[in-house]
């Protein structure tokens, strides 16, 4: 990593960081390049810069170090998007997360921004074990990072010719986020991305990798049924609780789940073995750990790992 680029009289010092990118945004994937990174944000150069909105939260895992251990994710806000020579967006940091450890995320923010102290909280991720370590950045910087041939200007006219078409995120647009499920999780629309494996792919393969959820499902099993609540969902488990259905451990059943859409729910229908079976905190409730061995996706094949993406997406991002 170079000394910080002199000329740039910025909040932060910039330093030329020039590594590929795996950058996510509602829980695709998109492959990016950075090309200069400070303590305040990042300059991300993709010439898909439209599929990362201005306001949207953009989590970044630098490609060489996604396949090693636990991928570090770093969170940022698109403060600018800009076209013309140098397209990309203009991110501003808000924290890094990762499920690994406290030593390894300390090590990793030492190195990148060469922060003197780096204080770590712990939060819960999921499940016992499932804990993740994560990093606030306490500065807001008022300048995002834009590309580094650029000087800011002195004028508003000299801002239209220098920026060409780039646009300033307004302050105002970024409380408050929705967390609505988008139309890709059905469709399957994918961003240009490599065939490679990304971090979130290998972080949902684990089996503790269970996002927080609340939805509805239907439950079956030999002549009973009943309804319950998901409060966790993975790829290869979920957990649910239930007043009028209880089922003992080693035992089947079936749970159709609605996943919430714009035109009302999509349904899947997982098969799954009851690991486990508790009491839970309230008068008659039992919590189930089930282990899904089938899933029937009802003509939307893909739509569980691209829900299962999107909610770990936004697990991560909200931790």
């Not at 953009?58 to 140098?86: D, K």
């Not at 089947?252 to 229908?269: D, F, K, M």
């Not at 739509?303 to 931790?319: I, Q």
Request: charged share 30%; glycine share 8%; hydrophobic share 35%.
């Amino acid at each position: 990593m170079s000394d910080p680029i002199s000329e740039n009289r910025r909040e932060h010092p910039r330093w030329r960081l020039e590594r590929e990118l795996f950058c996510y945004v509602d829980g695709r994937r998109l492959d990016a390049r950075c090309e200069n990174i400070s303590e305040g944000g990042l300059f991300v150069r993709t010439r898909d810069r439209l599929a990362l909105p201005l306001g949207a939260t953009v989590g970044l895992v630098f490609r060489r170090e996604a396949g090693y251990g636990h991928p570090i994710f770093l969170f940022g806000r698109v403060m600018r998007r800009q076209a013309g020579a140098t397209p990309g967006v203009g991110l501003e940091w808000e924290k890094a997360v990762t499920d690994g450890s406290s030593e390894q995320l300390t090590d990793f923010m030492k190195t990148l921004f060469r922060l003197p102290f780096i204080d770590i909280a712990e939060e819960s991720g999921g499940p016992p074990g499932a804990e993740r370590y994560v990093y606030r950045f306490s500065t807001r910087s008022t300048d995002p990072v834009l590309p580094l041939k650029y000087q800011k200007p002195s004028g508003p006219d000299q801002m239209v010719n220098r920026l060409d078409d780039a646009e300033p995120m307004p302050r105002s647009r970024m409380a408050g986020d929705t967390l609505e499920v988008p139309a890709h999780v059905f469709t399957g629309e994918e961003l240009p991305h490599s065939s490679e494996s990304g971090a979130i792919s290998r972080m949902i393969q684990r089996k503790k990798s269970l996002s927080p959820v609340s939805l509805y499902a239907d439950l079956t099993a030999d002549n009973m049924d009943g309804k319950g609540r998901v409060v966790r969902l993975g790829l290869d488990g979920l957990i649910i609780r239930t007043s009028d259905f209880s089922m003992d451990s080693s035992t089947y059943l079936s749970a159709r789940i609605g996943i919430p859409c714009e035109t009302g729910y999509r349904n899947i229908v997982c098969k799954c073995l009851v690991e486990k079976a508790t009491d839970g905190l309230k008068a008659n409730e039992r919590v189930m750990d089930l282990k899904i061995t089938e899933v029937d996706e009802c003509g939307s094949p893909g739509v569980l790992a691209r829900y299962v993406k999107w909610l770990h997406f936004h697990s991560l991002a909200r931790t």
